[in-house]
């Protein structure tokens, strides 16, 4: 018997699964907006300055490649913390340092399974794997407003009143700070009334923190989960280092678990350790070294803030550059909302056949929501995108 036959044909990654394509595509002025990494001006993914010092001083340590503890380095997991929740007693905490934020929503998503919740609700649209992973943990996901596709703004009322229906014993998925894909984000008071009503209704919060300092700031991103410290009992937190570290393939990423009571804390962690044994076992102790020198260094941390505030002020410049390149070419919509959007991304607003016209003919890669990765676009090529988009409208 052939159990292989089992298989049946598996749809491309709707991110990663366009590489293969964009290499194959001869045309010599093709462009790739697609994939969710911070870009240079050279179209070269950043080495932080931060990151090779301390890269350098690890060198010089000689340090083993022995296994780091289950939940990793408990320096890196305080690190993680003080990042995150700054202002508040580490008693109620349990961090694990993770195989990146996806192993860390994975972790959260087998977390809740144990914990009884069976439905997770997540705002559409929302970076495509999360539905997958959350499904991989026994879940059953479903869709609720997010994004308004007409007025490019988020639709908080239909926001609250989805929030409002969803049946005891389920979770909601909230992003904060650069919503993935259309970079807009709630304001403060509507983030209030948001955890108002999970308050309320007793929904348990699952927050995904990808994009840390690319919105307002270090401190001011951190806000929305400050409110969510204060108000609810119990949350969980995922965090990736791969954007605001540049450490994309090291794999380094945080879960956080908060507990008012403090009494089930520790079988938060216990759980949490039986779970990540029982798939990644360990987290890659590279990624965690470099965190722990940088954030332990005055000297190395001043200088991540700073070129991680150059990034941000770069991309919010880049989209005031890339909207003048838009309005020279007459559109028939008018994009400012690109400015108000924050991070990497924004919706363009085209439909699918307007994406795959834009690849075929000029060889434009868009992902098929329209999604634009602003800090891969340049000075030198935001004309000849500005005229593609253009000629497909």
Same mark, same amino acid.
């Given at each position: 018997m052939n159990y292989f036959q089992a298989f049946q044909p598996v749809a491309p990654d709707p991110i990663l699964g366009l590489a293969p394509i964009y290499q194959k595509d001869p045309n010599p002025n093709k462009i790739n907006l697609t994939i969710g990494v911070y870009q240079t001006d050279q179209s070269q993914i950043t080495l932080f300055k931060s990151v090779y010092e301390a890269e350098k001083i690890l060198l010089g340590q000689k #340090?083993?490649?022995?296994?780091?503890?289950?939940?990793? =380095?408990? /320096? @890196?997991?305080?690190?993680?913390?003080?990042?995150?929740?700054?202002?508040?007693? /580490?008693?109620?905490?349990? @961090?694990?340092?993770?195989?990146g934020s996806t192993s860390a929503i994975r972790l959260g998503g087998d977390l809740l399974k144990i914990m009884g919740i069976e439905n997770i609700y997540i705002g559409e649209p929302t970076w495509p794997n999360h539905q997958h992973v959350f499904r991989c943990s026994g879940l059953k996901t479903f869709n609720m407003p997010y994004y308004n596709y007409q007025t490019h703004q988020i639709e908080f009322e239909q926001i609250c009143q989805a929030l409002e229906k969803i049946p005891p014993k389920s979770a909601a998925l909230f992003q904060m700070a650069c919503?993935?894909?259309?970079?807009? =984000?709630?304001?403060?008071?509507?983030?209030?009334?948001?955890?108002?009503?999970?308050?309320?209704?007793?929904?348990?919060?699952?927050?995904?923190?990808?994009?840390?300092?690319?919105?307002?700031?270090?401190?001011?991103?951190?806000?929305?989960?400050?409110?969510? #410290?204060?108000?609810? =009992?119990?949350?969980?937190?995922?965090?990736?280092?791969?954007?605001?570290?540049?450490?994309?393939?090291?794999?380094?990423?945080?879960?956080?678990?908060?507990?008012?009571?403090?009494?089930?804390? /520790? #079988?938060?962690?216990?759980?949490?350790?039986?779970v990540i044994r029982s798939f990644y076992s360990s987290p890659p102790i590279n990624g965690g070294r470099i965190i722990k020198t940088i954030l332990q260094? /005055?000297?190395?941390?001043?200088?991540?803030?700073?070129?991680?505030?150059?990034?941000?002020?770069? #991309?919010?410049?880049?989209?005031?550059?890339f909207v003048k390149a838009l309005e020279k070419e007459n559109f028939p919509v008018d994009f400012k909302f690109l400015l108000r959007d924050q991070g990497l991304f924004s919706l363009m607003g085209l439909n699918v056949e307007q994406v795959l016209k834009l690849r075929s003919q000029s060889g434009v890669y868009l992902l098929d929501n329209s999604r634009i990765n602003i800090a891969a676009l340049?000075?030198?090529?935001?004309?000849?995108?500005?005229?593609?988009?253009?000629?497909?409208?």
């Open positions: #340090l083993n490649k022995g296994y780091a503890p289950m939940d990793g =380095d408990p /320096a @890196v997991r305080a690190e993680i913390l003080k990042l995150t929740a700054p202002n508040n007693s /580490a008693d109620h905490f349990y @961090v694990a340092h993770t195989a919503h993935n894909p259309t970079g807009c =984000d709630p304001s403060t008071e509507q983030w209030k009334k948001i955890v108002e009503i999970v308050k309320s209704k007793n929904i348990f919060p699952i927050i995904d923190f990808a994009y840390h300092g690319f919105g307002q700031g270090l401190d001011e991103d951190i806000h929305p989960f400050q409110l969510f #410290l204060d108000q609810v =009992d119990e949350v969980f937190l995922c965090y990736s280092f791969a954007k605001n570290f540049g450490l994309y393939g090291e794999r380094a990423g945080g879960f956080i678990a908060f507990d008012r009571s403090k009494k089930s804390i /520790a #079988l938060v962690g216990d759980h949490s350790k039986k260094s /005055a000297e190395l941390k001043k200088m991540w803030q700073q070129e991680l505030g150059e990034m941000r002020m770069r #991309l919010k410049g880049l989209r005031e550059l340049r000075q030198d090529n935001m004309e000849y995108v500005a005229k593609s988009i253009r000629k497909v409208f």
